[in-house]
Nanobody, 117 residues
Framework: QVQLVESGGGLVQPGGSLRLSCAASANMFSIYSMAWYRQASGNERELVASISSSGSTNYADSVKGRFTISRDNAKNTVYLQMNSLKPEDAAVYYC???????????WGQGTQVTVSS
């Protein structure tokens, strides 16, 4: 069983920055692919960024050049650095872990990001 706990959300002005963290209680955390998803009110959950066990990253077109996903396997933590935030980035952000063999998915409880002046 994997537990994911997100933190770092909050209220930020347009153009500002936030760093989200996701702490995982998982044995062999390094083998999991990790990702950040977001869900705005009335919208479906969408993939924001992912990072594989080898460190390969993938981003949604809407966040390329502004967001950076990274992981620290020694701390069992994945991060999402969000810069140049826009009002349309406002959503609940969820951390996701994907086991490479079983493909079982684990989700955090989400952290709210609000972008408003």
């Amino acid at each position: 069983q994997v537990q994911l706990v997100e933190s770092g959300g909050g209220l930020v002005q347009p153009g500002g920055s936030l760093r989200l963290s996701c702490a995982a209680s998982a044995n062999m955390f390094s083998i999991y692919s990790m990702a950040w998803y977001r869900q705005a009110s009335g919208n479906e959950r969408e993939l924001v960024a992912s990072i594989s066990s080898s460190g390969s990253t993938n981003y949604a077109d809407s966040v390329k050049g502004r967001f950076t996903i990274s992981r620290d396997n020694a701390k069992n933590t994945v991060y999402l650095q969000m810069n140049s935030l826009k009002p349309e980035d406002a959503a609940v952000y969820y951390c996701n872990a994907d086991h490479p063999i079983t493909r079982r998915q684990y989700w955090g409880q989400g952290t709210q990001v609000t972008v408003s002046s």
